[in-house]
C-alpha cells in the first residue's frame, strides 16, 4: 500500500520562504514520476510541478522561478522548495506518485491521474499580506 506524509507547511510573509518534504512508503520510489499539488479553498485541486524519474522537472507558470522541485531516491523523499511565496500561493499542498505533463502553447499543464488514490493528508502554507 502506498503511503504518503507531507511535512514543513506554515504560515509565512508574502516574499518569503519554505520547503515541503513528502516521504513515500509501499512502494519503489525511484520508479516513479513525482509530482506536487495543491487546493486553496473552495478550489479544485490543481498540479504544481511533477519531477520524473530522470530527474526532469515541470512547472506551472504560476509557480515557474520561483518553486524548485526535487527527489531524493536514497530516502524515498520528494521536496518542494517555495520562494518568494504570494498570498495566492495559500492551499493545501499534496504530493503524489503520479503526475502528468502536458504541453501546450508554450506552458505545462500538471494533471493528476483521476484513478490515483493515494494522497496523504497535505499540509497547509498560509501565506499573509
Known amino acids: 500500500q502506498v503511503q504518503v506524509v507531507e511535512s514543513g507547511g506554515g504560515l509565512v510573509q508574502a516574499g518569503g520562504s519554505l520547503r515541503l518534504s513528502c516521504t513515500a512508503s509501499?512502494?519503489?520510489?525511484?520508479?516513479?514520476?513525482m509530482g506536487w499539488f495543491r487546493q486553496a479553498p473552495g478550489k479544485e485541486r490543481e498540479g504544481v510541478s511533477c519531477?520524473?524519474?530522470?530527474?526532469?522537472?515541470f512547472y506551472t507558470d504560476s509557480v515557474k522561478g520561483r518553486f524548485t522541485i526535487s527527489r531524493d531516491d536514497a530516502k524515498n523523499t520528494l521536496y518542494l522548495q517555495m520562494n518568494s511565496l504570494k498570498p495566492e500561493d495559500t492551499a493545501m499542498y499534496y504530493c503524489?506518485?503520479?503526475?502528468?505533463?502536458?504541453?501546450?502553447?508554450?506552458?505545462?499543464?500538471?494533471?493528476?491521474?483521476?484513478?490515483?488514490?493515494?494522497w496523504g493528508q497535505g499540509t497547509q502554507v498560509t501565506v499573509s499580506s
Open positions: 519531477i520524473n524519474r530522470s530527474g526532469a522537472t
Open positions: 503524489a506518485a503520479d503526475c502528468s505533463v502536458y504541453y501546450s502553447g508554450g506552458s505545462y499543464d500538471i494533471r493528476e491521474n483521476k484513478a490515483y488514490n493515494y
Open positions: 509501499g512502494l519503489t520510489f525511484d520508479d516513479y514520476t
